[in-house]
């Protein structure tokens, strides 16, 4: 009688764990779910400049990745390609960057690069 008790107790405690809320570790929605690790390649041999200081660059594109360091106003960088991203005033597109002159790559919101008009075969 005790050894069926106690594998009773043990079956009732893991099923209240299995339907205990806490447990739930997906994110409330796919938008939820942003990635920080998006591919990328060299699609585009457009250069432009930065129109903003303190301008992150980011490990992807998304205001939640982490930033590698910030550029300045007028700052020069290579384009590799784009997608779309965090929305960051009303611009949703995102660049894949190089720095000119240095290896220094990384993401960058459209709103703070001089009118870099997109075309379909630079999309990352």
């Known amino acids: 009688m005790r050894t069926l008790l106690g594998k009773t107790g043990v079956a009732v405690g893991a099923l209240a764990l299995m339907a205990s809320p806490l447990l739930v570790t997906a994110p409330a929605s796919a938008a939820d779910a942003k990635s920080c690790s998006h591919g990328f390649s060299n699609k585009s041999s457009k250069t432009g400049r930065i129109i903003g200081d303190g301008v992150n660059v980011r490990t992807g594109p998304h205001t939640s990745c982490g930033s590698t360091g910030a550029l300045n106003y007028d700052d020069g ?7 779309t991203g965090t929305n960051v005033h009303g ?4 660049w894949h960057i190089r ?3 240095t290896n220094w790559q990384g993401w960058v919101s459209n709103y703070y ?4 008009p997109p075309t379909a075969g630079e999309k990352c």
């Open 113 to 116: 690069l001089r009118a870099v």
């Open 91 to 94: 611009e949703s597109r995102w």
């Open 77 to 83: 960088v290579y384009f590799h390609c784009w997608t």
């Open 99 to 101: 720095v000119n002159t």
